[in-house]
Structure formats: structure tokens, C-alpha cells
């Protein structure tokens, strides 16, 4: 890749979601891109600097992604694949198992640019960043995320509830909320 150009790269993602074994393709797509996600973000630089749905259709959803170093994602799944590229900042994603009672930590993943993560439909992650720096990166959706029906989970039951804005806003915590998982 000589040098990153974004409606490219939205063009050659919806060109794959038609295709068989799209997101196969797809995870191909990122790991080739992410690879020089320096390229990334110098195209894109701080063009948005906010979540921006960058294309949306049934097939697929790209959404660039900005989470600011004051508050992290509540718990929530995505009932479809996921593909995650970050080329600014460090990403923080804990891993959730729902039990009967509560979420249960599985693990914590950090993202640094280059990265990429894949998540199943039925994954259930918070995310926030690991440092005061902000995160940038591309997600895409293999359907179109904002008609699905999908989930937020409360903190401290793992109780899941119809993912609205209002129950987000309710559930958003800041950083320091996950000394809880780190220790530090």
C-alpha cells in the first residue's frame, strides 16, 4: 500500500461484503491495512475527531471510531462479526462471559495502531482507551448496525437491555471505573 486513500478503502469494503465469504475478505482487508495504520492516519489525520458512519447498507456498516480518554463504552454485543483496526491510541477492550449473576471478566486486550481484533456476534466487550491519549480507528459491521437489535449489559448483574441511547448514557462510566478490572 503506497498510501491509504479512505473512500478507497469504504469502496473495496462494500465491493466485499457482496461477495462469498465476505467477511473472511474482510478480515483480510484489515489486516492488510492495518498493517500501516501510520498511512491510515496520516490520510484521515484528525478529519473527525467524533464516530462518524462512514457507510451503511444491509451487508455492511464502516463507522470511524473516536473514543475520547474520559469514558469508556458500557458492556455490549453486536449480534453480527466485527472487524476492529485501530491507527491512533490504545484501544482497551475487556472481554465479558454473562453468568446467571453478574458479567465475568475473560480477559483485557489492548490495541495499539496496527492493530486489529475480530469479534463474534456474540461477544460481549466494553471499550475505552488504555492511556490519555484518544483512540482512532475503523470498525466494520457485517450488517447494517444501526437496524439490529442488539444488547447493552448492566455493570454489576450482566442483566442485558435493549441497546437505546438512553440506556448507554446510563451505563457509561469513566475510565477510572476500570480500576476495578486493572488494579491500577
Not at 469504504?10 to 492495518?34: G, P, R
Not at 480507528?137 to 444488547?151: D, E, N, P, Q, V
Request: a negative charge; proline letters at 4%; charged letters at 25%.
Amino acid at each position: 500500500m503506497s498510501q491509504f486513500d479512505l473512500d478507497d478503502f469504504v469502496a473495496e469494503a462494500i465491493a466485499i461484503s457482496k461477495q462469498d465469504d465476505a467477511y473472511t475478505k474482510i478480515k483480510q482487508l484489515m489486516l492488510a491495512t492495518f498493517t500501516q495504520a501510520d498511512k491510515v492516519a496520516a490520510a484521515i489525520g484528525d478529519k473527525y475527531g467524533k464516530d462518524v458512519i462512514l457507510y451503511e447498507d444491509e451487508k455492511i456498516s464502516i463507522w470511524h471510531v473516536y473514543f475520547d480518554p474520559t469514558n469508556v463504552v458500557p458492556p455490549h454485543d453486536h449480534q453480527t462479526d466485527v472487524a476492529i483496526g485501530i491507527y491512533q491510541g490504545t484501544e482497551r477492550n475487556f472481554i465479558f462471559q454473562r453468568t446467571e449473576e453478574s458479567l465475568t471478566l475473560e480477559t483485557i486486550q489492548d490495541m495499539s495502531p496496527g492493530d486489529t481484533l475480530f469479534l463474534s456476534p456474540e461477544t460481549i466487550h466494553a471499550a475505552g482507551t488504555a492511556t490519555q491519549e484518544p483512540v482512532q480507528g475503523i470498525h466494520i459491521y457485517m450488517a447494517a448496525l444501526t437496524k439490529i437489535s442488539r444488547s447493552l449489559f448492566d455493570w454489576e448483574t450482566g442483566q442485558p437491555a435493549s441497546f437505546s441511547d438512553e440506556v448507554y448514557e446510563g451505563l457509561r462510566r469513566e475510565t477510572a471505573y476500570l480500576k476495578r478490572y486493572t488494579g491500577t
